[in-house]
């Protein structure tokens, strides 16, 4: 044998590797082709029903937050309406609009980001981008949105003076903006957190904060407003101290309560005397104390990948609230402006009822739409999308169809007030016209905002960019401003243009997400959503931002030693349960811990 070794030429020895290397490849090809084929039996397993309950398992906290916003924001109207002057409830509505167009609209913008790129690396089980990816969308979120809001708010009055608006309506508006700006700092990282639990499925988490959130709304709006006579101010005053304090909890959930989410921020690291080598069993080395990844210049780096998905999504925001808001602005300018502010705050404060089931759908569809793109589950996402237009669409026509019935009622009810005659008039002439066109509006509105998600967890924002322009500068608000001002229709004209484009674009989004399934010669189209080519994108996103190193959080190869310790982990917890239990290891010293885990490793 020693001869017949010494005597083979190195010529054949490569001719014997290069066959064992082709095939080692056929084996793997094999493989994959297997994994490929056990994949796609185990997506035409899901079916509609699982889809939707995966959906609001995810989304219902979210609908349980919009519930508490809505409420409250009826509330402080109410409590305003009863206690202020009508100066007071057009200040409210022009104030929420101002900080809705130069604040919010960025901030959830940009930050809508994450509910793409963190849901696809969750699912493709990269966490240490996950954590990466919240750090550096706080460190975005801060720079340009809050900054720059804040140079905005604190020029309000002389803005809104120079566009011909009331001054004491101006003036009021600078003094709600101005209260407001600390809970929009806490916003920032309220929505890195929302979205990085969501991404990480933990539902519950922002289920219980939305649980003890939502009456501290309430109360502290009825104590700021009513008992501790603050009036006006109170409104703003309370939104910011329940932004806070939601802040607060969203970051302990983060960093400290659950375990899960913290592995995408904490890098266990590994002792200097540490053996790599053994069985696995003893490759379950010492641990150091564990090291957070800090707010550092990390967070400053990578920018271009992020806003890539972000500016997308940033203008889909923009063309579509600043639409919205700029419709509350041309309120101001028609006759009467002061009533006709008042009766489109009290709509606006009403209907938003109908996104708390359109909320729901629409941030369940992006985690699961995510999460199964970057599981390369391309199925699953079609399954998913088919839930969240049934979900959207059915949700939607209840509530509109409960607020055409009973809408105008329940108003009535909230905003009259004896002492004041002009709320009647508010709400027999402006109010009550517009309930069966407002009911028609959350319809179709509802449905987009649905597929919305569907869209964002795909990564496709480009692909309704077009038409949301079209839907709202070119049609809506075109539409509405001669109807309002050359017809004379007043509010009702504003509210048919807004009507016209959002059908328009309810319609482009039904397209872009089934255009391609029901019309086959537009599947290829780049204005439908392909699912095996929305796969490609997500991996072609993750291998793009994994190139650039340099600034990472952790140093270079201990990504990789944390994968392989949680792949250790994993295989030992199996056998745990094939042998025996040994979960009280963890309390025995590790010299102790090292034999018990040899001898296992024997058995």
């Not at 011909?164 to 890195?192: H, I, N, R, T, W």
Request: proline share 3%; charged share 25%.
């Amino acid at each position: 044998f020693v001869m017949s070794r010494s005597k083979t030429s190195p010529s054949s020895r490569r001719r014997r590797r290069s066959s064992d290397d082709d095939e080692e490849s056929d084996d793997i090809k094999e493989e994959e082709e297997e994994e490929e084929k056990e994949a796609d039996e185990e997506e035409s397993t899901l079916s509609l029903s699982t889809a939707t309950k995966h959906i609001f398992s995810i989304g219902w906290p979210t609908c349980l937050q919009n519930v508490s916003a809505a409420v409250a924001s009826l509330f402080a109207v109410s409590l305003i309406s009863h206690h202020e002057d009508t100066t007071c409830v057009a200040a409210y509505g022009l104030g929420t609009s101002l900080c809705s167009v130069t604040g919010h609209c960025f901030l959830w913008g940009i930050g809508g980001a994450l509910d793409t790129l963190s849901s696809q690396s969750f699912g493709m089980k990269k966490r240490r981008r996950v954590g990466e990816l919240f750090w550096r969308a706080v460190a975005i979120l801060v720079c340009t949105c809050w900054l720059p809001a804040m140079i905005v708010w604190s020029f309000a009055e002389e803005i809104l003076c120079f566009m011909k608006f009331p001054k004491d309506v101006a003036k009021l508006v600078e003094v709600y903006a101005m209260a407001y700006a600390p809970g929009l700092l806490a916003q920032c990282f309220s929505c890195a957190c929302l979205k990085t639990l969501l991404a990480c499925k933990k539902s519950n988490t922002v289920a219980k904060i939305s649980v003890v959130s939502s009456p501290m709304t309430m109360l502290l709006t009825y104590a700021c407003i009513a008992k501790m006579k603050f009036g006006f101010v109170g409104a703003p005053l309370a939104l910011t101290l329940v932004d806070v304090f939601k802040a607060a909890c969203y970051c302990l959930s983060t960093f400290v309560l659950d375990e899960d989410v913290k592995k995408c921020f904490v890098l266990r690291r590994q002792s200097e005397n540490s053996s790599r080598r053994g069985n696995m069993s003893l490759r379950r080395r010492r641990r150091r104390p564990s090291a957070v990844a800090q707010f550092g210049k990390a967070a400053f780096s990578k920018w271009t990948t992020f806003f890539k998905i972000a500016l997308p999504n940033l203008v889909l925001s923009i063309f579509e609230w600043w639409a919205w808001d700029l419709m509350n602005l041309l309120t101001g300018q028609l006759p009467n402006a002061k009533d006709a502010l008042a009766a489109q705050t009290i709509q606006t404060n009403s209907m938003i009822v109908v996104y708390n089931i359109a909320g729901c759908v629409q941030r369940g569809a992006s985690s699961c739409v995510g999460n199964a793109l970057g599981a390369k589950k391309a199925k699953e996402a079609k399954i998913y999308a088919t839930a969240s237009f049934i979900s959207a669409f059915s949700g939607t026509l209840l509530i509109s169809s409960l607020y055409y019935a009973f809408g105008f009622e329940c108003m009535n009810a909230l905003y009259s007030n004896d002492h004041d005659p002009s709320a009647r008039i508010i709400l027999d002439n402006y109010v009550k016209p517009l309930t069966n066109l407002v009911s028609l509006f959350m319809l179709l509105d509802g449905v987009q905002v649905g597929l919305a998600g569907v869209v964002t967890g795909a990564g496709f924002q480009s692909k309704t960019m077009p038409a949301l322009f079209v839907s709202y500068w070119m049609l809506a608000l075109p539409v509405g401003v001669y109807l309002a001002f050359q017809r004379k229709m007043s509010l009702v004209g504003l509210w048919i243009g807004m009507s016209i484009g959002v059908f328009f674009h309810a319609f482009w989004v039904l397209f872009v997400v089934f255009g391609g399934e029901m019309f086959p010669k537009f599947k290829n189209s780049q204005w439908t959503i392909d699912w095996p080519e929305a796969v490609s994108r997500a991996e072609l996103a993750v291998e793009r931002d994994e190139e650039e190193k340099d600034d990472s959080f952790f140093e270079e190869g201990e990504e990789e030693e944390e994968e392989e310790d949680d792949e250790e982990e994993e295989k030992e917890e199996q056998e745990r349960e094939q042998e025996g239990d040994y979960s009280g290891l963890e309390c025995i010293g590790d010299d102790v811990e090292e034999a018990l885990l040899r001898r296992h490793s024997n058995i």
